[in-house]
């Protein structure tokens, strides 16, 4: 059984940084597809980065040139550096790992397992 933690959020000014991190206890293949969500208040919860095992990275447009997703696989962590964040961006972000055959990208329900999110808030 996978267990992934969410750590590194916080509460930053627009124009900041963060670094989140996802560590994954038990058995984690390198060969799984990992990723990052967020969910706002009173929002849908939506795909953010997703990283394949070959290292192929794919972003919502609304984060593209401003958000990183990377992984450590010796470490088993799934990293997301947010650059120049804005108040939009202030939601619970979530990681998620091993996408069912056949699933989406982008879509929440399709990941095996799921981590408890962590928050990130953004004041202008």
């Known amino acids: 059984q996978v267990q992934l933690v969410e750590s590194g959020g916080g509460s930053v000014q627009a124009g900041g940084s963060l670094r989140l991190s996802c560590a994954a206890s038990?058995?984690?293949?390198?060969?799984?597809?990992m990723g990052w969500f967020r969910q706002a208040p009173g929002k849908e919860r939506e795909g953010v980065a997703v990283i394949d095992s070959d290292g192929t990275t794919s972003y919502a447009d609304s984060v593209k040139g401003r958000f990183t997703i990377s992984k450590d696989n010796a470490k088993n962590t799934l990293y997301l550096q947010m650059n120049s964040l804005k108040p939009e961006d202030t939601a619970m972000y979530y990681c998620?790992?091993?996408?069912?055959?056949?699933?989406?990208?982008?879509?929440?329900?399709?990941?095996?397992?799921r981590g408890q999110g962590t928050q990130v808030t953004v004041s202008s």
């Open positions: 038990g058995y984690m293949y390198s060969s799984y597809l």
């Open positions: 998620a790992a091993d996408l069912i055959a056949g699933g989406s990208y982008f879509r929440w329900d399709d990941f095996v397992y």
